[in-house]
């Protein structure tokens, strides 16, 4: 609501030193504050907000924070290929669970189809056919890592089964 979000500013607006330039005001993080990409995504509630929230977490070792971000992003924009594939990496790469990899791979096919449908649409701008082009190059090797993973990992679990020896997942 308003209040929380006037709060969350002016918490923000005391922990920043606009003078020496702790912030950056291009991608909205702060140095001082771990959480003002959150607080930014927050007040501004818009897809590249949390996707950029969701990124910032992601590179600070916050996985389940940037996945929680990823898909409220996904919410506010269900048909991006980028927030898919970004979403899949973080289940794919982080999560390193069946359940978590059987998402990732539907998220890549799903983003490798989203892109598509932007590169066949003539109305497309130059910038999101460029995005699209990304995302279908990184959805097609990621979901190929994936199922390569995916592969590898039943085989060790079958001759592991077979032999007694151990248990996985």
């Known amino acids: 609501n308003s209040f929380d ?3 969350l500013l002016s918490l923000h607006s005391k922990l920043i030193d606009k003078d020496k330039m702790l912030f950056n005001p291009i991608t909205f993080s702060c140095n001082t504050c771990p959480d003002f990409g959150y607080s930014n995504s927050f007040l501004n509630d818009t897809t590249n907000a949390w996707n950029n929230y969701a990124f910032m977490a992601r590179e600070s070792g916050k996985y ?7 898909r409220y992003a996904l919410e506010i924009q269900p048909t991006s290929g980028q ?7 973080i289940l794919h790469f982080h999560k390193r669970t069946p359940e978590a990899w ?8 799903k983003a490798g189809k989203a892109a598509q449908r932007v590169l066949q649409d003539t ?3 130059a910038a999101d056919r460029e995005t699209a082009q ?5 959805a ?4 190929r890592d994936l199922r390569k993973l995916m592969k590898d990992a039943n085989r060790i679990r079958e ?3 077979a032999s007694g020896c151990c248990s996985f997942y």
């Open 5 to 7: 979000r006037k709060l």
């Open 64 to 70: 389940g924070e940037s996945e929680k971000a990823y």
């Open 83 to 89: 927030l898919m594939n970004d979403l899949g990496v």
């Open 102 to 109: 059987q998402e990732a791979e539907k998220l890549y096919i």
């Open 123 to 125: 109305s497309s701008s």
């Open 134 to 138: 990304t995302t279908k190059r990184d």
């Open 140 to 143: 097609n090797s990621n979901l």
């Open 159 to 161: 001759a592991s089964a």
